[in-house]
């Protein structure tokens, strides 16, 4: 479903089907887009927005990133010697860029929710506040804890910075009553134990 989603917007836009990048706000929740990558993922959207009469869908062109090709030794040992240093060849690219078309494009498209395995019975229909409701200072808690659920979606969702990564990682602990550990915390990356 989804590959086949995504190449006939590709299609469309006469945009490789890798380099397209597709994202939605969850209902309720306009700070965080949630990426698109795999048919559960778009079972997901769907069901996320069963109610909704239209759905948000931003299309974006994502640019190719080589991977970082590091010169150090993969152990800190003393014995340890790198044999042969490893240089990172700048490839030339040909680029041929579209004018016609921009490369951020907005669709509203209206859900089509006639197939029946369109449906994952795995995703909740609501989700219900997890703080109970007791004064007005707890009334505007459970209300942020409630938007912070959506916070963090699952694997492949990007955010700007390690700093974005943390505070979302923190709302969304506090949101769903678990702890967690930093396990590597840099500015690079982030490991966490939950």
């Known amino acids: ?3 086949a989603f995504k190449m006939e917007v590709a299609e469309v836009f006469n945009w490789s089907t890798n380099t397209v990048s597709m994202k939605y706000f969850l209902p ?6 949630i990426t698109i990558s795999n048919d559960k993922d ?19 062109i994502e640019e190719v990133v080589a991977p970082e ?18 240089i990172p060849i ?4 040909d680029v041929v860029e579209d004018t016609n078309h921009p490369h951020d494009v907005h669709f509203v498209t209206p859900l089509d929710m006639t197939t029946a395995d369109a449906h994952d019975d795995a995703i909740p229909t609501e989700l219900a506040p997890m703080l109970p409701l007791s004064s007005s200072s707890d009334e505007k808690l459970a209300k942020a804890a409630q938007q ?7 694997v492949g969702q990007r955010f700007n910075s390690v700093t974005e990564f943390r505070e ?3 709302k969304y602990a506090l949101a769903n009553q ?3 550990r930093y396990k590597k915390n840099d500015s690079h990356r982030v490991t966490v134990k939950c």
């Open 1 to 3: 479903k989804f590959s």
């Open 28 to 33: 309720g929740n306009r700070k965080t887009l």
């Open 42 to 60: 778009l079972a997901r959207m769907i069901k996320f927005h069963d109610n909704c009469a239209t759905v948000d869908i931003y299309v974006m």
């Open 69 to 86: 090709v590091s010169n150090m030794p993969a152990s800190r040992s003393s014995r340890t010697t790198l044999s042969q240093a490893v």
């Open 90 to 93: 700048d490839a030339a690219f």
């Open 148 to 154: 912070w659920q959506n916070n963090i979606t699952g």
């Open 168 to 170: 979302a990682l923190r």
């Open 178 to 180: 678990f702890a967690f």
